[in-house]
């Protein structure tokens, strides 16, 4: 299922818009027949294909995912699950700037959910435009609980690298921390719970 491989790092949104679009459209067809919707929604005790339905209609929403792609202005909007928002793209590009100027002045070849960067003055100096740049992009996109999850994992992860590096002083940003943990033990698997302990930190 394509919610637990794109468990942790969490990329769900991003990686699963098709798959959730295909089945808004398998089950809106099968409630068009309704001969089909009596057989497969409601002739058994375990209703399985209604309570899978519910539990991919419930992960999406708890994850904000609609908000990372373009929307109309309908009642309720319709969502392209194909193209993300201008928001959503204005982020990935600062981000993998930001990422990219870690990679580069850390020395490494580590990605971002690899291991921890060495405190690094040059790292610091270098990248510093980068980083307030995506901070202060990711604060007007609105609060954590409009944002999809997707983009508080990252920031939450490039929050936690740069006080890797020991630059300024930090204060703990427990929210972001909050936020995914809950988002993390609503997925398949209960293991998923324990890798999305670790508090993210903001800079001051």
């Known amino acids: 299922m394509c919610a637990s491989t794109s468990a942790k790092p969490v ?3 991003e990686k699963c818009g098709e798959q959730y679009q295909g089945v ?21 005790i375990l209703q ?16 904000n995912c609609d908000n990372c792609f373009t929307q109309n202005q309908n ?14 793209k204005q982020f990935l590009i600062l981000f993998n700037q930001t990422q990219e100027c870690f990679k580069t002045y850390n020395h490494t070849d580590t ?3 690899g291991g921890d960067i060495v405190s690094n003055k040059t790292l610091c100096q270098k990248c510093r435009k980068n980083y307030i740049h995506l901070n202060e992009f990711y604060g007007q996109m609105g609060s954590i609980g409009s944002l999809c999850m997707d983009l508080v994992e ?5 929050r936690q690298q740069w006080n890797q590096v020991h630059c300024t002083e930090h204060t703990t940003n427990y929210t972001s921390v909050v936020s995914i943990s809950v988002f993390c033990c609503s997925l398949p698997s209960s293991s998923t719970c324990l890798q999305c302990s670790s508090p993210g930190r903001e800079s001051s």
């Open 75 to 88: 009642e309720p909007p319709d969502v392209n699950y194909r193209e993300f928002s201008n928001d959503t």
């Open 48 to 63: 399985i294909v209604q309570k899978m339905n519910t539990f991919v209609m419930d992960l999406w929403m708890d994850g």
């Open 11 to 13: 990329t769900f949104c």
């Open 154 to 158: 990252m920031m939450n992860v490039t």
């Open 111 to 113: 990605d971002i959910y």
């Open 24 to 44: 808004l459209d398998v089950v809106e067809e099968i409630k068009k027949d309704h001969d089909c919707r009596d057989k497969l929604l409601n002739s058994d």
